[in-house]
């Protein structure tokens, strides 16, 4: 069993930036793909970006590249999204996952953490 909880997200300008935390729980963290999500009110969950076990490998969804970086401390158990040059259009809950095989299927869900950009 594996728990995921995010920390990080809050009140924050347009242009501003935020870290995302996603501390986790158990002894296999450093093999699983991870990723985060997002889901707006009135809107469905998208995936944001996700990373390999090893961290080599990393996706994100067009809306954010450039501005948004994942990157992971498998020392710690932490997976970290930062948010740069947030806009109004990110706002959401904000979940980390983790996936035991990969990002095809994703087992294990954060509570979710809120992040607002005020325009």
């Known amino acids: 069993q594996v728990q995921l909880a995010e920390s990080g997200g809050g009140l924050v300008q347009t242009g501003g930036s935020l870290r995302l935390s996603c501390a986790a729980s158990?002894?296999?963290?450093?093999?699983?793909?991870m990723a985060w999500f997002r889901q707006a009110p009135g809107k469905e969950r998208e995936s944001v970006a996700g990373i390999n076990w090893s961290g080599h490998s990393t996706y994100y969804a067009d809306s954010v590249k450039g501005r948004f970086t994942i990157s992971r401390d498998n020392d710690k158990n932490i997976v970290y999204l930062q948010m740069n040059s947030l806009k109004p259009e990110d706002t959401a809950v904000y979940y980390c996952?983790?996936?035991?095989?990969?990002?095809?299927?994703?087992?294990?869900w954060g509570q979710g953490t809120q992040v607002t950009v005020s325009s």
């Open positions: 996952a983790a996936g035991t095989t990969g990002w095809g299927k994703m087992d294990y």
């Open positions: 158990g002894r296999s963290f450093g093999s699983y793909a």
